[in-house]
T-cell receptor, first 112, second 110 residues
Framework: EPEVTQTPSHQVTQMGQEVILRCVPI?????FYWYRQILGQKVEFLVS????????KSEIFDDQFSVERPDGSNFTLKIRSTKLEDSAMYFC??????????FGPGTRLTVL | QKEVEQNSGPLSVPEGAIASLNCTYS??????FFWYRQYSGKSPELIMF????GDKEDGRFTAQLNKASQYVSLLIRDSQPSDSATYLC??????????FGSGTQLTVLP
């Protein structure tokens, strides 16, 4: 069964450093999303992406964040200058149409 | 502020019983409703989705939607210990993002 994959599974970085989280959505899916979940808290929407552009973003997704689809298979989330409060699980999701979203296994980001 | 509310639990049921999980949402314009299961340290796994008022059954799972009351529920019949997890209600107001509740922790006792 096709699934969303994410790399790395765990990323440790120093405050102020840039990180890039990578995702490979399900191959025939057209819509891509990033969510995050701080330990013990709700899953929170960050951004949705369709047709090579952002279609929606939340208040969390400020100028420190960017997304890109650099080729036909990868979808990335970049955090330019990480803060301690960026420590969280980051989930990529994809959907064939703008409906049912399937989540990847997540990347645990730890900012020291 | 669009909110999705769930009882955090924990909810404990004996093996073989029916588990009932509830969710209310604030945005009347919401169109799509989802239930995800999340094991500790893992990602959300889709269980059910429902778009129309009424019941939708899939195996041991039944989702119920009442848009007038802004209420969604999930029934799990013949609960198994492997069903022990946190169940997340998610609502899609725009079809391009999901708003999640905080989840209900379910424990099925052998």
């Amino acid at each position: 069964e096709p699934e969303v994959t994410q790399t790395p599974s765990h990323q440790v970085t120093q405050m102020g450093q840039e990180v890039i989280l990578r995702c490979v959505p399900i191959s025939n899916h057209l819509y891509f999303y990033w969510y995050r979940q701080i330990l013990g808290q709700k899953v929170e929407f960050l951004v949705s992406f369709y047709n090579n552009e952002i279609s929606e973003k939340s208040e969390i997704f400020d100028d420190q964040f960017s997304v890109e689809r650099p080729d036909g298979s990868n979808f990335t989330l970049k955090i330019r200058s990480t803060k301690l409060e960026d420590s969280a699980m980051y989930f990529c999701a994809s959907s064939e149409l703008a409906d049912t979203q399937y989540f990847g296994p997540g990347t645990r980001l730890t900012v020291l | 502020q669009k909110e999705v509310e769930q009882n955090s639990g924990p909810l404990s049921v004996p093996e073989g019983a029916i588990a009932s999980l509830n969710c209310t949402y604030s945005d009347r314009g919401s169109q799509s409703f989802f239930w995800y299961r999340q094991y500790s340290g893992k990602s959300p796994e889709l269980i059910m989705f429902i778009y129309s008022n009424g019941d939708k059954e899939d195996g041991r799972f039944t989702a119920q939607l009442n848009k007038a009351s802004q209420y969604v529920s999930l029934l799990i019949r013949d609960s198994q210990p492997s069903d022990s997890a946190t169940y997340l209600c998610a609502v899609s107001p725009t079809a391009r993002q999901l708003t999640f509740g905080s989840g209900t922790q379910l424990t099925v006792l052998p």
